[in-house]
Structures are given as structure tokens and as C-alpha cells.
């Protein structure tokens, strides 16, 4: 039972970072990326357009929309 726990209490501590990525890490370097980046102003609108859908899904919650978003507008700015 006690290894159980254990095993338990390792995954949770193994996912939560995880879960937390998005929001608390990737999030704000997407920001921080943009900021220090020039880019064109359409493309530039375009991308702080999904960072502020991205902040609306981690306000809500909903971690996995958030990384997909950050994901897209990341992998737009990278190509730019």
C-alpha cells in the first residue's frame, strides 16, 4: 500500500510540471521572444493576437489549448 502512495505521489509530481509548462514558462518567453524580436507589423498583431487567446485559455484553465497556441504562434515567430 505504502509503494502504492509512493508511486502515486511520484507521478503527481512528475505531470505538474508538465501541466504547469505552458502557462508558466512558455508563455511568458513567447512574450519576452516577441518583444525582442522585429518582425512585420501584420505578422507581429497576428502573433500577439494568439498570445492573448494563450492568456485567456491559462486564465480558464485549459492548459493543453494554451500550449497548442503558444506552440503555433512560437513556431511563426521562430520562422520569421
Known amino acids: 500500500m505504502k509503494s502504492a ?40 498583431a497576428q502573433i500577439q493576437d494568439m498570445v492573448a487567446q494563450a492568456e485567456k485559455f491559462c486564465a480558464a484553465g485549459n492548459e493543453q489549448e494554451a500550449a497548442d497556441v503558444i506552440a503555433d504562434a512560437t513556431s511563426m515567430l521562430s520562422s520569421q
Open 5 to 44: 502512495l509512493l508511486a502515486l505521489g511520484l507521478l503527481a509530481a512528475l505531470t505538474a510540471p508538465a501541466i504547469a509548462g505552458a502557462c508558466d514558462t512558455d508563455l511568458p518567453a513567447l512574450k519576452d521572444q516577441l518583444a525582442k524580436t522585429e518582425i512585420q507589423p501584420d505578422i507581429k
